[in-house]
């Protein structure tokens, strides 16, 4: 085969490998819902610490109205006490003090049992708001995974076909020449070959030196880019 034919066949084998290349990035690339998942995840989180949050401030309302309940037990009897039982003016003294005490600590309380059942009606309302939009995220989620599994598979059937052409011609290339592509390839962006195009490497965009665009014209032997190294082809 003479060389021009083989440069060819390199080229071919060079497209190939630039539409495999591409078909990968395109891969890699895919929507998988990255940034559905971190929305879902913080709002899982915000979800499960506003119900946390309610349960333990639902749990301190029942304290609140439980000690609430025990003192206007307290404050009745001791009214009780106060119209009944007392004789004396120090005890009617000690008495009112107290109830008067408990009067205070009583609307303290009734003020907590305010700001808390108003915080748990706010928790109320946005609990459910969360999950829904959790739930219609999810949703959206799965059309987005479903979508990158069929594309998934799209292109590794792609890749597969293209893989197959490229063995089969990367057997009519001789081995060592195989090899400086490949190596080259490596280290130039997955390109190892580049076209002559008006004395210029269309890879890399150095013009040529004389010599090199005067031995292309014969292609005698494998030439390459006096800059970006990659073997060169017209």
Request: aromatic fraction near 2%; charged fraction near 40%.
């Amino acid at each position: 085969m003479v060389l021009s034919d083989t440069l060819q066949d390199l080229w071919e084998l060079q497209l190939l490998d630039i539409e495999i290349m591409n078909l990968q990035e395109k891969l890699r690339n895919l929507d998988r819902g990255k940034e559905l998942k971190d929305r879902i995840d913080f709002l899982s989180n915000l979800y499960n610490k506003k119900n946390d949050e309610m349960r333990k401030k639902e749990v301190s309302l029942r304290e609140l109205e439980i000690e609430l309940s025990s003192l206007e037990d307290r404050k009745r009897k001791n009214e009780e006490r106060l119209y009944r039982d007392v004789t004396t003016q120090k005890e009617v003294d000690g008495l009112t003090q107290e109830i008067q005490h408990i009067s205070e600590t009583k609307s303290s309380i009734e003020d907590k049992i305010l700001e808390l059942m108003e915080s748990l009606e706010e928790l109320r309302n946005e609990i459910p708001t969360i999950k829904k939009e959790i739930e219609e995220l999810e949703g959206s989620l799965k059309i987005i995974e479903d979508n990158a599994r069929i594309s998934e598979r799209e292109i590794l059937e792609k890749i597969q076909v293209l893989e197959t052409k490229r063995e089969e011609k990367s057997k009519g290339i001789d081995s060592k020449l195989l090899a400086r592509y490949e190596a080259i390839r490596k280290n130039r962006r997955g390109r190892g070959m580049s076209k002559v195009i008006d004395g210029k490497c269309s890879e890399c965009g150095v013009e040529l030196s004389l010599s090199i665009v005067e031995e292309m014209k014969h292609q005698e032997k494998i030439l390459t880019c006096e800059h970006c190294g990659r073997i060169l082809c017209t």
